[in-house]
């Protein structure tokens, strides 16, 4: 797979913290819509993260294009979004394995194995990326990131 990296950021921009772009969300067996995805949701999802999970996020209301899943075992954390329908990817990147054939335990789609440079290890960060999205709709400056090409 060939990607391009698209390096961290020092500056975050400020976002509303109340605001809410995903509009369906795969948790678990359990889904959520619309007016069912409030704050007490997302606090609860963000403080679970770091103890492993296995969802995934849609800005379309449908819950069929462009989303984000977020897979955690508690040592590693990957997100991947895809949009246009498969056309569009990205990944969290990290460039301490880059070009190392290492693999996590995490399974993208319950299935494919995650490589170590497409997952990050600082939890603090990569809930703050899940968040970002949530929110904005957007993928957090704060971390770097990979588009394949």
């Not at 678990?28 to 403080?47: A, M, P, Q, V």
């Not at 069929?64 to 969290?92: I, T």
């Amino acid at each position: 797979m060939e990607l391009q990296i698209i390096p961290k950021q020092d500056h975050i921009p400020e976002f509303d913290n109340q605001a809410i772009q995903v509009q369906y969300m795969e948790l678990g067996c359990k889904n959520y819509s619309g007016d069912k995805i409030t704050e007490d949701l997302i606090s609860k999802f963000l403080k679970q993260i770091p103890s492993g999970l296995d969802a995934i996020l849609y800005l379309d209301p449908d819950g069929e294009d462009n989303w984000m899943e977020v897979l955690c075992d508690g040592e590693w954390l990957a997100l991947g979004f895809s949009g246009d329908f498969g056309e569009n990817n990205y990944y969290s990147y990290n460039p301490a394995f880059a070009g190392k054939p290492d693999m996590t335990k995490l399974k993208s789609g319950g299935q494919s194995p995650v490589e170590k440079m497409l997952a990050i290890q600082d939890m603090e960060a990569g809930v703050k990326a899940v968040e970002y999205f949530i929110r904005t709709g957007e993928f957090y400056p704060g971390i770097d990131w990979a588009k394949q090409l």
